[in-house]
């Protein structure tokens, strides 16, 4: 069985590297907010896509999951997966208390 430690790369070349492409990204979310090229809708859709794109690096890079078995990587997935259908269920829900107008 060979350690993974000893195949990851040590040197934080690849940090910077990710660093200023997560700096970019969030220097590209901000000018579309305020310029507003796009309508709303597309504008939330390529904000969600910068958004994950922002996430996967930071998971895979700075939480060292890139370097990780490919089980604990499907464990972070399916937890992932499982969270956001639980708030798409409760999400549900608050628009139909909102449209019944209680407090």
Not at 12 to 25: F, N, T
Request: net charge neutral; aromatic share 12%; charged share 15%.
């Amino acid at each position: 069985m060979h350690n993974i430690a000893a195949i990851h790369d040590e040197s934080k070349a690849q940090y910077y590297w990710v660093w200023g492409a997560l700096l970019i990204l969030t220097g590209i979310e901000v000018v579309l907010a305020y310029e507003q090229f796009f309508t709303p809708v597309h504008m939330l859709e390529v904000l969600m896509v910068l958004s994950l794109v922002k996430a996967a690096l930071i998971i895979a890079y700075f939480m060292h999951l890139k370097f990780e078995i490919p089980l604990m990587r499907f464990m972070l997935m399916a937890a992932i997966v499982a969270c956001l259908c639980i708030m798409c269920i409760f999400f549900a829900d608050a628009v139909r208390v909102v449209k019944l107008g209680l407090p």
